[in-house]
Each structure stands twice: as C-alpha cells, then as structure tokens.
C-alpha cells in the first residue's frame, strides 16, 4: 500500500512559477514508476509527466514539454513537479500517482493517487 499526498498547488500569475511535491508513505516507494495526471474543470484527466523508478527516463505531455520537469528523490520518498512558464491552459487539479508497473502515460497503468493539489493560473 502506498499513500500519496501533494502540495505545493496555489494561485499564480501568467508566466510564473510552482513547484508541487508529492510525499508517499511505504519503505518501497523507489520500487514505484511515478506521474503526474491534471484535470482540468468539465475535461477528462490527462497526463502531463512521468519518471521512472531510478529517476533515469522521463517522458511528458507535449504540452508541457520544455516548461514542466518531472525528479524524484527516493531518499525522501518525494516525487516533484518544477512547473515554469505558466499559462492559464494549465489551469487544473494536479494529481501524483504510482505505479508499480513501468513508467507510462495511460492512467489505468497507476495504482495508487493522490487527493490532489489546485493550481491557479490567472492571465
């Protein structure tokens, strides 16, 4: 069993900058692929980044690509979301999941989420 919890989501203008933590609980999180998924109000869920176990492979949605960056540190058992050069369309409830399966951009791939973190971009 893994319990994820993030932080780090808030109000921001155009252009500027969050970064969003995702702490889990368990002694095997390092086993764990991790990601990061967004939904924004009346869409679906989408991906935006995942890392892989060693931290080594990343992969992102072409949206975000060159903005967002995807790291983990599994002394900390933290996964972490650096989130630059915001826009509004990047307006949604951010969410962190594992999977114990390899890095992937589907969300069925994920077993365990997050409750979830706002972010805000206003323009």
């Known amino acids: 069993q893994v319990q994820l919890v993030e932080s780090g989501g808030g109000l921001v203008q155009a252009g500027g900058s969050l970064r969003l933590s995702c702490a889990a609980s368990?002694?095997?999180?390092?086993?764990?692929?991790m990601g990061w998924f967004r939904q924004a109000p009346g869409k679906e869920r989408e991906f935006v980044a995942t890392?892989?176990?060693?931290?080594?492979?990343?992969y992102y949605a072409d949206s975000v690509k060159g903005r967002f960056t995807i790291s983990r540190d599994n002394a900390k058992n933290t996964v972490y979301l650096e989130m630059n050069s915001l826009k509004p369309d990047d307006t949604a409830v951010y969410y962190c999941?594992?999977?114990?399966?390899?890095?992937?951009?589907?969300?069925?791939?994920?077993?365990?989420w997050g409750q979830g973190t706002q972010v805000t971009v206003s323009s």
């Open positions: 999941a594992a999977s114990s399966g390899p890095h992937s951009h589907f969300d069925y791939e994920y077993n365990y």
């Open positions: 890392v892989s176990w060693s931290g080594h492979s990343t």
């Open positions: 368990g002694r095997t999180f390092s086993s764990y692929a």
